[in-house]
């Protein structure tokens, strides 16, 4: 572990990552699901043999990326691409099959290469919910346009946290997700009251994560603009 937030809630995106000369790769998490942090642009590794390595489960597709900064990026269904039950990986070819220990056969990306990802029983009905969740993406104007309606859907929630003195963030600004958006009450209060009153809304699953507590927006791909704006109506309808 060459960088962290742990001793300030996971907070905020570690800025200075002491790197070793010789890591053969450097992992990071693109968007911090449980605490709502998201690199925008993502750290090089020193070693110039070293690749970047990635989990992207909670914002694929939500933004553009460049694929070729990294060696392996994997990325969960269950966020922005359709129901659990797959995961993803882009992997160069360049990085296999460099590992003289034995691997098990399942754990092998080449099994699934040389199998066409059906080494076992394709769970289909997620491939085939991925695949509708991708045309929608493509009929819907692709990831520039999804990127910008995800930046004016985070961003309005955001503005509301900030300006509505019963909330507040607590993320600095340059670190915050577009994806998950976490929020406490400014100076405590009744946080079941504010579930429950979000709840008879129909705004549902705003809990934060049970380790950090508060309140947690996730706002992914599949989450209309009218669903934040919801929220928001209701973080001002809302009186102690
Ligand atoms: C949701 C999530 C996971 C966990 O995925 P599982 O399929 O439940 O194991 C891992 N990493 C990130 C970044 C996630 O958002």
Same mark, same amino acid.
């Given at each position: 572990? !060459?960088?962290?937030?742990?001793?300030?809630?996971?907070?905020?995106?570690?800025?200075?990552?002491?790197?070793?000369?010789?890591?053969?790769?450097?992992?990071?998490?693109? &968007? &911090?699901?449980?605490?709502?942090?998201?690199?925008?642009?993502?750290?090089?590794? $020193?070693?110039?043999?070293?690749?970047?390595?990635?989990?992207?489960?909670?914002?694929?597709?939500?933004?553009?990326?460049?694929?070729?900064?990294?060696?392996?990026?994997?990325?969960?269904?269950?966020?922005?691409?359709?129901?659990?039950?797959?995961?993803?990986?882009? !992997?160069?070819?360049?990085?296999?099959?460099? !590992?003289?220990?034995?691997?098990?056969?399942?754990?092998?990306?080449?099994?699934?290469?040389?199998?066409?990802?059906?080494?076992?029983?394709?769970?289909?009905?997620?491939?085939?919910?991925?695949?509708?969740?991708?045309?929608?993406? $493509?009929?819907?104007?692709?990831?520039?346009?999804?990127? @910008? $309606?995800?930046?004016? $859907?985070? @961003?309005?929630?955001?503005? @509301?946290?900030?300006? &509505?003195?019963?909330?507040?963030?607590?993320?600095?600004?340059?670190?915050?997700?577009?994806?998950? !958006?976490?929020?406490?009450?400014?100076?405590?209060?009744?946080? @079941?009251?504010?579930?429950?009153?979000?709840?008879?809304?129909?705004?549902?699953?705003?809990?934060?994560?049970?380790?950090?507590?508060?309140?947690?927006?996730?706002?992914?791909?599949?989450?209309?603009?009218?669903?934040?704006?919801?929220?928001?109506?209701?973080?001002?309808?809302?009186?102690?």
């Amino acid at each position: 572990m !060459v960088g962290s937030s742990k001793e300030s809630m996971y907070n905020h995106i570690p800025k200075k990552v002491p790197q070793s000369n010789d890591a053969v790769f450097l992992h990071v998490t693109s &968007n &911090n699901t449980i605490y709502g942090t998201q690199w925008k642009t993502f750290p090089t590794p $020193k070693n110039p043999n070293g690749y970047l390595v990635a989990d992207m489960s909670s914002d694929i597709f939500s933004r553009p990326i460049d694929v070729s900064q990294f060696g392996l990026i994997y990325a969960g269904a269950q966020k922005n691409m359709g129901p659990a039950g797959m995961t993803l990986v882009i !992997v160069r070819d360049d990085i296999l099959g460099k !590992v003289d220990r034995e691997i098990p056969t399942m754990m092998n990306y080449q099994t699934h290469i040389d199998k066409g990802s059906m080494f076992n029983t394709p769970p289909v009905m997620s491939i085939y919910g991925v695949n509708r969740s991708l045309h929608w993406l $493509k009929d819907n104007g692709g990831i520039q346009a999804i990127e @910008e $309606k995800n930046k004016r $859907k985070a @961003e309005k929630l955001y503005y @509301e946290i900030d300006r &509505n003195p019963l909330f507040k963030s607590p993320i600095p600004q340059e670190d915050r997700s577009l994806m998950n !958006v976490p929020f406490v009450f400014a100076d405590g209060g009744d946080e @079941e009251g504010f579930l429950s009153f979000c709840d008879h809304r129909g705004l549902k699953t705003l809990k934060g994560h049970r380790s950090v507590g508060g309140f947690r927006a996730s706002i992914y791909n599949a989450m209309p603009e009218a669903g934040v704006d919801a929220l928001i109506q209701a973080m001002q309808d809302y009186t102690v």
